[in-house]
């Protein structure tokens, strides 16, 4: 399974990528298998993003990091808290999306800031945004203000939403539909001509309550003159 972390802080060394890394950790230690773990700098990618917008074609960079997102089983995003939401750069990455990329992808939403009162950020900016890509977001989002590392509670968060993230990762991975034979339509009898008869098509039934349901349009063929 690809499991790719989506990080959006600005600073080296950066305390959004320090929990992606984290979350990441905590996520493939609880997946059977081999992991393939990528992580995507937003950072790296302003430059082209901008292009992107201007221009309508994803750089070199750009096309890898959009490839990896949308081939990814699951997603971990980080971004630091702007004027009490997700920062510019971070939503212009998804704005480049396909809007049907992210459909049905299990995804475990994480943001940082220098306070404890932007933590909602999480329900009224990240997962509103992931439920409009029609993601999967997991119950548990991650907030970590700068109060909060070393302190208790964290590690508990971390935890728990790599938990849910990597139990839905794998029951997608078991349920995922594989490619069915589907068997050749059988040949009836041949004719006195020896050709093969087909089964007559079966008149379409009516309904279980007696009516029948006559076709809209045959509906409008009656009102004409």
């Known amino acids: 399974m690809r499991l790719v972390v989506v990080s959006a802080g600005l600073s080296v060394p950066s305390s959004t990528r320090l929990l992606g890394d984290r979350l990441a950790a905590a996520t493939v230690g609880r997946v059977s298998g081999a992991v393939d773990l990528r992580v995507v700098e937003l950072r790296d990618l302003a430059v082209e993003i901008a292009h992107n917008f201007t221009n309508g ?13 949308t081939s990814a ?7 630091p808290v702007f004027s009490a939401s997700y920062s510019g750069l971070f939503k ?5 999306l396909d809007k049907d990329a992210l459909v049905g992808k299990p995804v475990l939403v994480a943001a940082t800031g220098g306070t404890g009162r932007h933590s909602l950020v999480l329900e009224h900016a990240l997962r509103p945004l992931f439920a409009y890509l029609r993601a999967v977001v997991v ?11 070393g302190a208790e509670g964290l ?5 728990r939403g790599a938990g849910e993230l990597a139990a839905l990762m ?6 995922s539909p594989t490619s069915v034979p589907v068997p050749a339509p059988a040949v009836g009898p041949e004719s006195s001509t020896g050709a093969a008869l087909l089964p007559a098509q079966a008149e379409p ?11 809209f349009e045959e509906q409008l063929a009656a009102l004409r003159p």
């Open 205 to 215: 039934p009516g309904r279980a309550d007696g009516f029948h349901v006559v076709p």
């Open 92 to 96: 212009s990455f998804f704005d480049v």
């Open 57 to 69: 074609f994803p750089g070199r960079a750009l096309s890898a990091a959009i490839e990896d997102v």
């Open 170 to 175: 794998s029951a997608l991975a078991v349920s």
């Open 155 to 159: 590690a508990e968060r971390i935890e």
């Open 73 to 79: 089983d699951g997603l971990i995003v980080v971004t």
């Open 139 to 149: 119950p548990t989002g991650v907030y970590a203000a700068s109060e909060d590392w």
